[in-house]
């Protein structure tokens, strides 16, 4: 028998995925644990790979390892456990997961900082915090309310002066770099940031947060970091769309969090105005900060105005935040430009001159083909390409102010028109204004009505303090369920009702699904042998030569045939994506 260690090659493929036994020389016995990078023999060539086990085996003919890489393992039994739970979880090969907690060039050894801080308010995050600083430990919960003042960071101070470090996910880089800031000027050296784009600054972020009593801060690729000394993580907005990978694996880092949490034993808060779905159902707990997720709320009922974007009762309004020095968000689900299916000008529908035919965007008439460049009640030449909706809609206002008070671009008027995308670096505004609330619940996808509450709820973060500041939403239908809900400041039981339409109609969180898209070989047979029989297989939906298909049920333990099949068909020659938990659906 022989020192050896099994390691996992840095190869994306499943069939490496259980690793292969190497001896261990013993001028390297000293060097080799668990998570360590070394270099060994495959297939004729040396390659990098991860030590998942040490132990004993026959000398046989192992092959020794070759080198050791680095400083330091890049992760530890616990995470090593956290990962392989992700790998089958996401139907992906070990080597992708192991690989998300390396960093991008060898890791070296980190000096900790010798320095202690001192703090905690009345925040209800510093009750949590003492609580973890005194290793007690507390149920995962969900803080619900506004994080963006950033006053709340003091309240980590008691677990750094423990040794204990704090990990804080937010879901961009623009937000990373905000809280960054702010902890810097408490916690000083203390801070990590973790939100560069380049190998050389995220390797030494990495570094730096080896060392306990950090605050490390970044972007959800630190989800999956190992963190010296982590007692306390907190995720900012967990339900954002940047918090789920949109390629293969398509990690969530709510779940990820979760499990790590679970098997490594250090607190966890989720921290928004919004909780998601599926940690509502998870029986975390909710703690609400106030009466209010979100500021006050204005409702402009928009069922008898046929006017364009915006409102005639709400011009004013922003005419007279504007006048009075302040600036204006104007917030668009929608960046792309439809078809236009009114005139611009007399905003009647667009139909025919002719035959009275409802129109779209076309060049003749389908019924009579008769010419449709005129309006058929103002004979205006209308329905002209008018750029993105964001565009469109700051021009209408110029229009109708009779001045240049918007644009796209902050800098450039007070009165700033965006979507989404926009949100993370757009500044507080004295006025929001939430153009279309109905159209926000038109699309198709089962989660519609979560996200429309969250964006609006973002909004809401958008509104700067002092008087006359507020969100103001365009509707024509006042008493939705939603607008209710913006009204009253609690999403809680919006957020409950969804939940038990989900269950109801077997989507999330009460039922798996897993989305599969075949691109490429067309000769790949496809079967899904293994699927439990209560599965609910839809597809293949055909595009050329890609296919997809949706699969639903209790899918726990068919990810494991799933990985099996996946390997045959890349093996086949199709490129295939596996999107567990998709939120396009």
Not at 247 to 273: A, C, K, W, Y
Not at 416 to 425: F, H, I, K, N, Q
Not at 450 to 456: G, I, K, P, S, V
Not at 521 to 537: C, L, M, N, Q
Request: aromatic share 6%; with cysteine; net charge neutral.
């Amino acid at each position: 028998m022989t020192p050896a260690a099994r390691v996992v090659p840095n190869v994306p493929s499943f069939s490496v995925d259980d690793g292969f036994w190497y001896s261990i020389p013993s001028h390297l016995e000293s060097d080799i644990e668990i998570g360590r990078l070394v270099r060994v023999p495959l297939s004729g060539r040396r390659v990098r790979g991860w030590v998942v086990e040490i132990g004993e085996r026959d000398q046989g003919r192992l092959k020794p390892i070759a080198g050791v890489s680095g400083e330091v393992p890049v992760f530890d039994r616990k995470l090593l456990e956290s990962l392989t739970w992700a790998s089958n979880h996401y139907v992906a090969p070990r080597s992708v997961l192991l690989s998300k907690a390396t960093p991008p060039n060898l890791p070296k050894k980190s000096p900790g900082p010798d320095l202690d801080f001192v703090g905690s308010t009345d925040h209800p995050l510093g009750d949590f915090a003492e609580d973890t600083a005194q290793g007690r430990a507390r149920p995962i919960t969900a803080l619900v309310g506004q994080w963006k003042d950033l006053s709340w960071l003091v309240s980590v101070g008691p677990v750094l002066t423990t040794g204990g470090s704090v990990l804080i996910v937010a879901a961009t880089i623009a937000e990373s770099r905000r809280i960054e800031s702010a902890a810097s000027s408490v916690f000083g050296e203390l801070v990590v940031a973790a939100n560069g784009d380049d190998d050389r600054s995220i390797t030494t972020a990495w570094v730096q947060a080896q060392a306990p009593g950090r605050v490390v801060i970044g972007t959800p690729r630190v989800a999956t970091w190992a963190v010296g000394g982590l007692r306390l993580a907190l995720v900012i907005e967990e339900s954002r769309r940047a918090m789920k990978e949109r390629q293969t694996p398509t990690l969530h880092v709510r779940d990820v969090m979760v499990t790590r949490s679970r098997i490594e034993r250090f607190n966890l808060v989720f921290f928004g105005p919004t909780p998601g779905v599926e940690l509502v159902g998870s029986g975390a707990e909710i703690v609400r900060m106030g009466n209010r997720a979100w500021p006050l709320v204005e409702v402009v009922d928009r069922s008898e105005d046929t006017g364009g974007f915006v409102s005639s009762r709400t011009m004013p309004a922003i005419e007279g935040v504007v006048d009075s020095g302040r600036s204006v968000f104007v917030f668009t689900h929608r960046r792309r430009a439809s078809a236009s299916t009114r005139c611009s000008q007399c905003r009647m529908l667009r139909r025919c001159t002719q035959c009275g035919w409802r129109l779209g965007r076309v060049a003749s008439c389908p019924n009579c083909d008769a010419p449709t460049q005129l309006c058929a009640k103002c004979g205006g030449e209308a329905f002209e390409e008018m750029g993105t909706v964001p565009e469109r809609l700051a021009e209408e206002m110029n229009r109708r102010a009779g001045r240049p008070i918007a644009d796209v671009s902050p800098a450039v008027a007070p009165v700033t028109v965006g979507t989404e995308r926009d949100l993370a670096s757009a500044q507080e505004a004295a006025l929001v204004v939430a153009a279309d609330v109905d159209g926000m619940l038109l699309g198709t996808g089962y989660r519609v009505a979560e996200e429309a509450l969250r964006q609006l709820a973002r909004l809401g973060s958008l509104v700067a303090g002092g008087t006359g500041s507020r969100l103001l939403l365009q509707t024509s239908t006042p008493d939705s369920a939603l607008v209710k809900t913006m009204r009253r400041g609690d999403p809680m039981p919006y957020l409950e009702r969804i939940l038990v339409e989900r269950a109801r109609d077997r989507f999330p969180p009460s039922a798996d699904l897993i989305a599969i898209e075949l691109r490429g070989g067309k000769d790949v047979a496809v079967d899904f042998d293994g699927a439990p029989s209560e599965a609910t297989i839809m597809g293949p939906i055909q595009d050329g030569e890609d296919r997809r298909w949706l699969i639903s049920g209790k899918l726990g333990s068919f990810r494991r045939d799933l990985r099996q099949l996946v390997g045959r068909w890349r093996d086949a020659g199709a490129t295939v994506r596996v999107d567990v938990d998709p939120i396009d659906i």
